[in-house]
Every structure is written in C-alpha cells, then in structure tokens.
C-alpha cells in the first residue's frame, strides 16, 4: 500500500515533458515550404540570450548586479545593471546569429549596426522592461519586435527600415522572468507560450494557442494622475468600479498583460498631465504587445485607432496604450466623445 502511494505521488508531480521550442520552431519552417531558416534561426537566438538573463535575474540578489549604474539611457531613465546586461546580451546573440542587419534597442539612442547587410531583418527591442522591480523581485520582461527591412539587403539600412506600422511585424513577443520563465511569441499565426525548464535548459510548449476571453474581471492601470485622465478613460473606470472588477497593477508591463492575456482583462495607459503624449514606446513596447494581442482575439488602441495602424514617425515615439480583451476594449471606446 505504501509503494502505490508513493508511484501515485510521483506520478502527480512528474513533469511532462513534451514539444520543445527549438522542436516547435522548425515544425512551423516546415509549414513554409520556401523559407530559408533566417527567421527560425533568429527566434533561436533570442531563445538562447532569454535563457542567459533569466539565470542572471534568478542569481542578481546574490551576485549584486540588482543595483544601479552611473549612466542614464537616452530616455533619462537610470540604468540598473541588469538593463545594460540584458541590452549586452540580446545584441550579442543576435550580432553571432547573423541574421539581422540592425537592431533598436531601448537603452540606446541610436540603431545598432550588427555588422551584416545581407540579413534582410530588423529588431527592436525592450531587454528588461519593469526593471526597477528586480531589487523587490517582482517579475519583468523583455519585449521584441520584427520586420523585414524596406532597404535592400546589401545595401546601408535607413531609418525608414524601423519606421514601419505595426502590421508590418513578422514576427514579435515577450519573455516573462516570474516564479518560472515564460517565452510568448507570434509569428502571424496564433500566438503560443513555452515555459522554461532550467534543469535540462529547454522551453516546452506549454500554452498551445493561447486565446484571450473575449472580457475580464480586471483591469490594470496607475491611478496616480486619475484627475488628469481624458474624460473617456475617467469614465471608463468609474464604470469598471461599478461593476466591481478587480484592480490589478504590478508596474511591470509584461506581468500585467501576461495575466490580462490568459484571465481576460484590460491594461489602461492613457496621456496625463505628466505624460500628454502617453508614456509607453510606440516600436519597443505597444506593437509587439498589439501584435500578441490581436493573434490571441484580443484587441489593442490609442484610445481611438488600432495601435497596428499608427504611422511611426519617431523611433522613441510614445503613445496612450490600451490593451487586452476585445469587450473591454470596445466598452471603453464606448465612452469616446
């Protein structure tokens, strides 16, 4: 009797090990009979630099890289040595994949010359967005994006290659470093989430197809500047208070919309008296995030238009973000004037 509770138990708390993402990842190329494999081998190098700084966030406590640096990024932000390493680390791995001609990242001003002009594509990316939650160890992210380049490949990439809108996206997603490493990502056909193992040092797919419910129980925004909102949004909430959904806000961007993505909700940005242009980047953080949203069913705006149909006309572009289940999302464009 004892030997059957035992097996029982193991058996309840054994990992499934299934479809890895490098597996998954070459299934998809398949499927596409006239790629090459650059973009494949360009999700693999993210895999590989996610893995590196989800061993880093789990160790920064005790190796002290959780502190500030002297430097500021072109935002005026304070750099935390994560960000600098996450930045490192992701342009690295995509500098040694060759598969991309230039990078946008949000710790720099200025684009990345990867040292390859025949690649035909672009990223932009956000290495370590919530960072300054790491030294209280609440979960942060990465965010990426992907085009193909407008210039042709072997000639000098141009600005114009990363001012494209946000359906121009081959490809975009997030790594979420929580109580385990999550890498969600589209590639225009649904969007699919892998968890982390460490101790075999895999993704497995395991979030097939994610859809978002079409409404939620929460909603995710800082009230700090409430009097300062656009009368839309004010009375947006006052209708989510009526119907008593539930606050829920970490700060860390990915966090928010990871719970938002799988529970239904809807994350709220909008322009204030401190931010009249919005807070949240336009290139690194809304459109990989709309991308993700509206593969799943959900829906992503400004307040007014699809954040997928806004013309960048500035790398650093900030825009009000609203995000997350479509009903949510179409109330609250209920309340436009």
């Given at each position: 009797?004892f ?7 193991i058996q309840?708390?054994?990992?499934p ?15 596409h009979?006239?790629?090459?494999g650059?973009?494949?081998q360009?999700l693999r190098?993210?895999v590989l630099a ?10 920064a ?5 959780d ?5 500021e990024n072109f935002?005026?932000?304070?750099q935390?040595?994560l ?14 994949g060759?598969q991309v001609?230039?990078?946008?990242s949000?710790e ?11 690649a035909k ?5 956000d290495p370590?967005d ?13 965010i990426?994006s ?16 990363f001012?494209q ?9 997030y790594?979420?470093?929580g ?6 990502y ?5 969007v699919?989430?892998?968890t ?5 040092g895999?993704y ?15 909603y ?9 909102f656009p009368?839309?949004?004010k009375?947006y909430?006052s ?9 829920r806000?970490?700060?860390?961007l990915?966090?928010?919309?990871h ?24 290139l ?6 709309a991308?993700?949203a509206?593969?799943a069913?959900?829906?992503?705006i ?11 006309e500035?790398?650093?572009?900030r825009v009000p973000?609203f995000?997350?289940?479509s009903n949510?999302?179409k109330?609250?464009l209920?309340f436009?004037?």
């Amino acid at each position: 009797m004892f030997v059957h509770k035992s097996n029982a138990s193991i058996q309840s708390f054994s990992y499934p090990v299934g479809t890895t993402i490098d597996r998954f990842i070459g299934q998809r190329q398949t499927e596409h009979p006239t790629a090459k494999g650059e973009l494949s081998q360009l999700l693999r190098d993210i895999v590989l630099a996610s893995k590196i700084i989800s061993r880093e966030i789990n160790r920064a406590g005790l190796s002290g890289i959780d502190g500030m640096t002297e430097e500021e990024n072109f935002h005026g932000e304070k750099q935390r040595m994560l960000d600098v390493i996450a930045d490192v680390r992701f342009t690295s791995a995509l500098i040694k994949g060759e598969q991309v001609c230039a990078i946008l990242s949000e710790e720099r001003e200025g684009i990345i010359d990867t040292g390859h002009p025949e690649a035909k594509y672009i990223v932009i990316i956000d290495p370590l967005d919530g960072s300054s939650n790491i030294d209280v160890n609440i979960s942060v992210g990465t965010i990426f994006s992907v085009y193909r380049r407008i210039s042709k490949p072997g000639e000098a990439f141009t600005m114009e290659d990363f001012l494209q809108a946000g359906t121009a996206q081959v490809a975009a997603g997030y790594i979420l470093y929580g109580a385990s490493t999550m890498l969600v990502y589209t590639t225009g056909d649904g969007v699919n989430g892998f968890t982390y193992e460490p101790s075999l040092g895999e993704y497995f797919l395991s979030h097939p197809k994610i859809t978002q419910p079409e409404s939620g129980d929460y909603y995710s925004i800082n009230e700090n500047q409430r009097e300062s909102f656009p009368d839309q949004v004010k009375t947006y909430l006052s209708s989510c208070k009526k119907d008593n959904l539930n606050t829920r806000y970490v700060g860390s961007l990915v966090c928010d919309f990871h719970r938002n993505l799988l529970k239904g909700g809807i994350y709220l940005y909008p322009s204030s008296e401190q931010y009249q242009d919005g807070k949240l980047r336009l290139l690194y953080e809304c459109n990989a995030l709309a991308m993700i949203a509206e593969q799943a069913s959900g829906s992503s705006i400004d307040g007014s238009q699809p954040i997928l149909r806004i013309q960048p006309e500035w790398h650093h572009q900030r825009v009000p973000f609203f995000t997350g289940s479509s009903n949510m999302i179409k109330d609250l464009l209920g309340f436009s004037t």
